[in-house]
């Protein structure tokens, strides 16, 4: 039975499921960031752990393929790192990564938007553009958040 279940985790399979499997997350950050349920599974560790079992998975696939340490060298240069890239596993491996940190800023977003009274239209915005663009929306709702905060602070 565990030799079915590890054919079906396939690279492809794992990506299609952190890819879909982060959207309601989102969407509960979008519609109902203070709900209890949203507090719940968005807030809590839950997703991070999920999305780390799925990078420890891959990090043995890699360790099994022999070819772990290869991975160290995309600090060596660009062209390092587009080789490193270049695995489907590694490249799978920078996806959750992105994943995880990407839900984990928008969660920090959504709280701290209530605690400034932050419209939630700017708030939506910024979350979106978080979802696709990371640091672009981190800076955005930064920017935003300089206006209700009504000082700047480069620390939290």
């Given at each position: 039975?565990?030799?079915?279940?590890?054919?079906?985790?396939?690279?492809?399979?794992?990506?299609l499921?952190?890819?879909?499997?982060?959207?309601?997350?989102?969407?509960?950050?979008?519609?109902?960031p203070?709900?209890?349920?949203?507090?719940?599974?968005?807030?809590?560790?839950?997703?991070?752990?999920?999305?780390?079992?799925?990078?420890?998975?891959?990090?043995?696939?890699?360790?099994?393929?022999?070819n772990?340490?290869?991975?160290?060298?995309?600090?060596?240069?660009?062209?390092?790192?587009?080789?490193?890239?270049?695995?489907?596993?590694?490249?799978?491996?920078?996806?959750?990564?992105?994943?995880?940190?990407?839900?984990?800023?928008?969660?920090?977003?959504?709280?701290?938007?209530?605690?400034?009274?932050?419209?939630?239209?700017?708030?939506?915005?910024?979350?979106?553009?978080?979802?696709?663009?990371?640091?672009?929306?981190?800076?955005?709702?930064?920017?935003?958040?300089?206006?209700?905060?009504?000082?700047?602070?480069?620390?939290?």
């Amino acid at each position: 039975m565990i030799n079915n279940f590890e054919e079906y985790l396939t690279v492809e399979n794992i990506f299609l499921f952190s890819n879909w499997g982060v959207i309601p997350f989102w969407l509960l950050l979008l519609f109902f960031p203070n709900s209890p349920f949203t507090r719940f599974l968005v807030h809590s560790i839950l997703i991070p752990l999920l999305l780390g079992i799925a990078y420890i998975f891959i990090v043995y696939q890699i360790f099994l393929n022999d070819n772990f340490l290869d991975g160290f060298g995309l600090y060596l240069g660009i062209e390092n790192l587009y080789a490193v890239f270049s695995d489907e596993n590694f490249l799978l491996i920078f996806w959750l990564h992105f994943l995880s940190l990407s839900l984990f800023v928008g969660a920090w977003i959504a709280r701290d938007s209530t605690r400034y009274s932050i419209p939630r239209i700017l708030t939506a915005l910024s979350l979106i553009i978080t979802y696709f663009t990371g640091p672009l929306g981190i800076f955005l709702y930064w920017v935003i958040r300089i206006f209700f905060a009504k000082k700047i602070s480069l620390n939290e």
